[in-house]
């Protein structure tokens, strides 16, 4: 088996990334996306290469909620009420997913 711990830490202060899509609605928050994107897709690509990937359980997971709250706007936990900090769902229920070759076919969406 293989683990590894990955914290990305690409959505959080500074607002900032080093690339830019200026034809998105909030080009910072876009560019975070496809950066984080990118980043799994780089080591997904490498665990394949390597021949890991049948032996990979990818578990994907946030931390907590988006900062509803703040003044950067940067989130919307809706319907949720609440948000980062907070003890409402908006702030302790978070996306998870699991990907990877040893995931049983059966079980893949």
Known sequence: PFFIYWAMQIAH???????????????????????????IENVTTKLKELEQWNNTLFVFSSDNGGPAFSDQKAASNFPLRGGKYGLFEGGIRAIAFLSGGFLPLHKRG
């Open 13 to 39: 202060d500074p607002m900032q990334a080093p690339i830019s899509l200026p034809n998105t609605p909030d080009p910072i928050e876009y560019a975070f996306a496809t950066l984080a994107d990118q980043a």
